[in-house]
């Protein structure tokens, strides 16, 4: 089966809520928000502790196993509405 990855950047929410959406979409059966493995070197003793770049949305990339090329447009339409109506950023990267 498939699979495409979403990177997502807006809040928890809207992650959470692509993730809920896209679960719902007629033969999904996979969809997973992938952990960040890269370890951030955030110091609360930086000089650089709470600037505006450090509240800025979160980042996150979601995996979804997509059974066929029409749940593959769905998930894409889904994301990208999701994106619009939240202003939330989304990106693709495929293995379709």
């Given at each position: 089966m498939p699979m495409i990855r979403l990177q997502i950047t807006g809040s928890d929410d809207a992650a959470n809520e692509l993730i809920n959406l896209l679960s719902a979409i007629e033969g999904i059966e996979h969809v997973e928000e992938?952990?960040?493995?890269?370890?951030?070197m955030d110091d609360v003793d930086s000089s650089s502790a709470g600037l505006p770049d450090d509240a800025a949305p979160g980042f996150?990339?979601?995996e979804v196993r997509v059974p066929n090329a029409l749940a593959l447009e769905?998930?894409?339409?889904?994301?990208?509405a999701l994106a619009r109506e939240r202003g939330a950023a989304i990106e693709y990267d495929e293995d379709v």
């Open positions: 992938v952990g960040d493995l890269m370890p951030h996150h990339q979601i769905r998930v894409r339409g889904v994301a990208e």
